[in-house]
């Protein structure tokens, strides 16, 4: 913690725009990898028209890696199976 406040709330205090939206992403990604994956495929595939190309890029990058707790975290946190929502 940074003087009382967690390192997501500095963020938020203290930067603004694309360098906040950065840094808070790069802070997901290093606290819950899972998480962080689940967040970006679902943002992928929220609203009108699917990101495919970011869909894609993430399935196959991770697909090795750990894709099995990506689908676990998805889940968990959107309460639908990613392969329903992929779909």
Do not use: W
Request: net charge neutral; charged share 30%; proline share 2%.
């Amino acid at each position: 913690h940074l003087q009382g406040k967690s390192l997501h709330d500095a963020i938020k205090s203290e930067f603004s725009g694309d360098i906040r939206n950065g840094l808070l992403a790069v802070v997901m990604s290093i606290e819950n990898t899972p998480q962080f994956f689940a967040h970006c495929l679902h943002d992928a595939m929220r609203g009108l028209g699917t990101k495919d190309d970011t869909l894609i890029r993430i399935i196959v990058t991770r697909a090795e890696v750990d894709l099995g707790n990506i689908k676990h975290e998805y889940q968990r946190m959107y309460g639908r199976p990613l392969e329903k929502d992929i779909k």
